[in-house]
C-alpha cells in the first residue's frame, strides 16, 4: 500500500510493506524444505521397490538371478518378512501346531524352580478370536517363528547355520517375552513343547485318508536374558 504524506512541494508518495510479504528467512526455508520432502518421497519409493523386488524373488521359483543373489534376499527377509508360500505353487498349511512354554529359575540356594507349561498357541487365539481388527503378531509371529527354526534346524534342534542360529535366537525371544508377559516371575530358562495335530480331510475323502500320527516335539532349555523382578 502507498501512504500519501503532504509536504510544501506537495503530496509525497511514501511506499509501505505490503501485509503479506513474506520475510526473507522463510523464503529461504521454503525451498529447502520442498527438496526435503522431495527426498523423503523418493527414498520411500526406493525401498518400496527394491522390498517388492526381493520378496519376488524370494518366493519365485529357483532362477539365476535368485541364485545369484540369495544372501541379500535372505538378509533382507529373515525373519521379519519370511514367506510361506511360493509363487505358482502355495502351500497351505496342513497340520495345526500348538507351541507351549514352561520356564525355571535357579534360586540363591542352587534350587531349580520349573513352572507349569502354559500354552501360548492358545493365548495368541483368544487374542483373535471375536476381535474386529486382530494384531499381526498374535496371527503370525509364533507360527511363522516356529516354521523358520523347524526349516532351519530339520529335527535335531542343532544350529549349523547362522540363519539356524537366528531362527532359533528369535524363537526363543518370542517365546521368553510371551511367558514374561503372561506368567510373570522370575526365569533365566525357557523350554518349548510343540504338539502337531493333522487337518482332518474335509467331505467324504476323510475316511479313506487315515490322519498321519501326532508329533509331540519337546526342545531343549535355553538360557535367556534375565525376565521378571
Known sequence: MEEIQQSDSGPAMRERPHDGAVPPGQQRSAPAL????????????????????????HVAPTNTVSKRYSPLVNAWVYPFFEQNWRLFAPDPESVNRQILARTAHTGSDGSVRVSPWFDLTTADRSAVEHHP???HTAQNMLRRAWAGYVDSHGGDDKARTERALMMQKYLNNIAADRAAARQGGVFEF?????????????????GNHPQAPVENRLLPWWKVTRHGK
Open 190 to 206: 525357557i523350554q518349548l513343547r510343540v504338539i502337531t495335530l493333522p487337518i482332518p480331510v474335509p467331505g467324504p475323502a476323510a
Open 133 to 135: 481388527f486382530p494384531s
Open 34 to 57: 520442498k527438496a526435503g520432502l522431495y527426498t523423503a518421497v523418493a527414498l520411500c519409493l526406493a525401498a518400496s521397490v527394491v522390498h517388492v523386488i526381493l520378496l519376488f524373488l
